[in-house]
């Protein structure tokens, strides 16, 4: 009882320390199958970023937003995700169970963060699989039946009266989601053979299109076609704005970062396969992006393109029906294929939410024969039926938000601190998430040559100092960007861009004193380092920050209102359950009666 309370007044508050506890390591390994090479790694990413850029956003946002300037919006979007690519091979290859923002956030911020965080990704997850699924629904019936398909539909009785939430069953969407569940619950492998098929034929048929853009387009479609009914021509219709505004929403497209740690744990060699893996594919996206968005505006006028049938519609202007008709079947599979890669993502992000306590503890039941998170999965379908049951595309689409930007951000923000964090021990395969220091206590017992090795330079609890001036950065960085759009009333170029200067030399400033004041822990047999850090990951914070603020309102007020709902999940629910908080009141019990025995027995 004395030893506890001399330390007790060192302790933080149980409140403080229980929303800032870090997780470890434990023995307590996750049972799932270890079968993915790197080729498996890199079809998932693709059939993730290939699924969502090129077939369901890239014709509407040429035609809405960018113009033929959406060539510049990829590249502008890939030059900006360069550092959080770095940044994804980095973590990816220290952990080795299954990866994400929010395993990232846990093991640099603490509990309450992650969970927001968590809860923050699952949500956009979700809402993003029943838009897809809705999306695919909605093709059906316009390639297939004409338009003529509302016997794949079931009327809600009353439902007109209630704008912008689903008067129907859309059937198809609900057919998909349960094939893919089904698909997925059969194990991990029959989702890569299934990708493997639909990534080859998306390829070829694009493949196929591009081709064909270089005989039948020009450069006068291309450069010089004008919008009769508004005036707007040239290569960039909407100017510089819309070519940003069109990175900016583009970067969603490139979510195959996270399909692809989060099948760490799934991976024979996930320190090798999936920094590379997250590479190779982000690598060959680009250039799939960039050769098929100037075939699209070199084929068809950009103001011609239709959001739902606009490279289709693009091969029909051409009189080109059997290239049409395989560009059909490549938008059905890729559509397919990324509901079935959305949803394998979302059930590992449910699975380790569970395991962690925040969410509840069946979700992380894992089947003995697949070595598939079965509870995850079907919930993850199931919650997925449900948003498609009650809200329709077009309120799907405003629900879906920026969060890819600020989940992009949070993962450079982490590696930056997790670079700085004191590790007792190195990862081991039993373990997602690297040991950090919590007590000075405990820190006095690593004798051991390997725990010196990996401590050398070692600032006392220099991974909070870090976070502390990185929070400085984050905060100065807003302001900076605050003043690029507003206030109007003051002068651009005399003191806004002068104050906007002075800010990023305080941050570059910042950046310098974390370098040259604090120590970049050493790993054991690193995979992959990030070269640069902190002011590599520090600039991939910047621009996906920079490229949030080119949203709109309502993706900045959906945002809020995701992190509001982790908020309440947070303290509703994992406050009290977490694993962590457990673990921690069972050793102090364990200790109490330990003490009371040794004082009877006295």
């Not at 450069?223 to 583009?250: C, K, N, Q």
């Not at 744990?265 to 999936?274: I, L, T």
């Amino acid at each position: 009882m004395s030893s506890c309370n001399e330390n007790y007044n060192c302790r933080p508050p149980p409140f403080l320390e229980r929303i800032f506890q870090k997780s470890t390591p434990e023995d307590q390994p996750q049972d799932l199958k270890k079968c993915l090479n790197l080729f498996d790694l890199t079809v998932q990413g693709l059939a993730h970023i290939i699924g969502t850029g090129i077939f369901i956003m890239t014709p509407g946002i040429i035609k809405m937003i960018a113009g033929p300037g959406m060539v510049v919006s990829y590249l502008i979007a890939a030059a900006v995700l360069v550092f959080t690519v770095l940044s994804y091979m980095d973590l990816g290859a220290r952990f080795k169970g299954i990866g994400n923002a929010y395993v990232y956030v846990y093991a640099a911020l603490g509990e309450f963060a992650a969970g927001l965080i968590g809860i923050f990704i699952l949500t956009e997850l979700a809402l993003g699989l029943a838009l897809v699924s809705v999306g695919f629904g909605q093709n059906v019936e316009m390639f297939f039946l004409n338009g003529h398909g509302r016997n794949l539909h079931i009327e809600y009785t009353g439902s007109h009266l209630i704008k912008y939430f689903a008067q129907n069953v859309n059937i198809m969407a609900i057919l998909l989601i349960v094939i893919c569940c089904c698909i997925n619950c059969g194990g991990i492998k029959k989702v890569v053979f299934t990708n493997i098929f639909t990534v080859s034929y998306s390829i070829l048929a694009l493949t196929m299109y591009c081709i064909l853009s270089l005989i039948y387009g020009s450069n006068n479609t291309f450069a010089h076609s004008t919008d009769p009914d508004t005036g707007r021509g040239g290569v960039f219709p909407y100017g510089a704005a819309g070519v940003i505004t069109g990175a900016a929403v583009t970067v969603v497209s490139y979510g195959g970062f996270e399909t692809v740690v989060s099948l760490s744990a799934e991976a024979n060699n996930s320190k090798r396969d999936v920094p590379l893996a997250i590479g190779l594919s982000f690598g060959l996206t680009t250039v799939i992006y960039v050769s098929v968005t100037l075939a699209i505006v070199y084929l068809a006028p950009w103001y011609s393109l239709d959001e739902g049938t606009g490279i289709p519609g693009s091969l029909e202007a051409h009189d080109l029906t059997i290239p049409k008709h395989i560009i059909i079947g490549a938008i059905m599979m890729a559509s397919a294929s990324l509901v079935l890669c959305t949803l394998t993502t979302l059930a590992r992000g449910l699975m380790v939410l569970s395991e962690d306590g925040l969410i509840f503890k069946c979700l992380s039941c894992v089947a003995e024969c697949t070595k598939v998170p079965i509870a995850a999965t079907v919930t993850a379908a199931g919650i997925t039926i449900v948003f498609t049951l009650a809200f329709s595309y077009e309120i799907l689409i405003h629900l879906v938000s920026g969060g890819a930007l600020l989940t992009f951000a949070a993962v450079c923000y982490c590696l930056i601190v997790i670079s700085y964090t004191r590790t007792t021990k190195p990862v081991t395969e039993s373990s997602r998430l690297i040991e950090n220091e919590v007590l000075p206590s405990e820190a006095e017992s690593t004798t051991s040559s390997l725990d010196l090795e990996e401590t050398a330079g070692y600032i006392q609890h220099q991974e909070w100092k870090v976070v502390f001036w990185m929070a400085s950065f984050w905060k100065l960085l807003a302001v900076a960007i605050i003043l690029f759009y507003w206030p109007t009333g003051w002068d651009f170029w005399h003191v806004r861009v002068p104050l906007m200067v002075l800010l990023g030399l305080i941050n570059i400033s910042i950046l310098s004193y974390i370098k040259f004041n604090y120590y970049i822990q050493p790993q054991t047999d690193p995979g992959f380092v990030c070269p640069g850090i902190p002011f590599v990951p520090a600039m991939g914070i910047t621009l996906n920050l920079a490229l949030f603020s080119a949203l709109d309102l309502l993706a900045h007020l959906m945002t809020v209102a995701y992190f509001a709902v982790g908020f309440v999940i947070y303290f509703g629910y994992g406050y009290f359950h977490s694993r962590i908080t457990l673990r921690k009141q069972k050793e102090m019990e364990i200790d109490f009666n330990n003490e009371t025995q040794e004082m009877r027995m006295e």
